[in-house]
């Protein structure tokens, strides 16, 4: 249903500049929006990436950060999580570990046509969200919310009665199981070239998982009473 003309006459001459595969997209950048609002392609889940380096960094550069740290840290940018969670499935495998935290986008429902009554109250520049449901390890959400009071930072509750579709799925069931959050920056209109996030909630959101994993140590327990 989308015709897209390169300039060529017939198939013959069509396929000197293309073949059968070839990937095409819009001619893509970051743009922002006002003081504190980005809009790029692909930030589902590019973010995901920069909020996990920026926890990193947090810790790593402040001396009093690093002497708390008592877990080992795994950084992982997972690939083909929107066909079947793929990288997540073999990374989660490899790792061995015991707790899973996976950092994704969700849909903020603050834009016109939205019905919240539909699929619930998530607004821009709020805060992250953690997801609550069976996917999710209630003792590591307590640990969460602890740390973003901790560091002041406001936090959007989302229902998830099923496996939430995310890394977080398959990081559950890994081997034996780990203890699985999902921690999530609100992102207008998904799965589009023009996606917008907040600032804001990326720098949140980088803050609560810096302050989670500082939280975490051997002797945690992820099993509820």
């Known amino acids: 249903d989308l015709p897209i003309d390169i300039g060529v006459k017939s198939r013959e001459e069509a396929l000197k500049y293309v073949q059968v595969g070839d990937p095409v997209t819009f001619t893509l950048g970051v743009t922002q929006l006002g003081d504190d609002l980005i809009t790029a392609h692909a930030l589902d889940d590019r973010i995901g990436v920069w909020v996990m380096a920026e926890a990193i960094r947090i810790i790593a550069t402040d001396p009093s950060r690093r002497g708390r740290l008592k877990a080992g840290v795994y950084g992982v940018a997972t690939v083909q999580e929107e066909i079947g969670l793929r990288g997540a499935l073999t ?13 994704d986008v969700t849909h903020a429902t603050d834009t016109p046509g939205v019905d919240e009554k539909a699929h619930g109250s998530v607004k821009m520049g709020q805060g992250p969200t953690l997801s609550y449901g069976p996917n999710i390890n209630p003792i590591l959400n307590g640990i969460m919310e602890s740390a973003a009071r901790a560091v002041d930072v406001p936090i959007q509750r989302e229902a998830a009665p099923r496996a939430t579709g995310t890394d977080a799925n398959v990081m559950q069931i890994s081997r034996s199981g780990m203890a ?5 920056v609100p992102c207008r209109y998904m799965h589009t070239p023009v996606e917008v996030v907040s600032r804001t909630d990326l720098g949140n959101a980088a803050r609560v998982l810096a302050e989670t994993l500082l939280m975490l140590s051997p002797e945690t327990s992820f099993i509820p009473q």
Request: net charge positive.
């Open 91 to 103: 990374a989660a495998y490899g790792s061995k570990a015991q707790v899973g935290i996976a950092i």
């Open 180 to 184: 699985t959050a999902l921690l999530s």
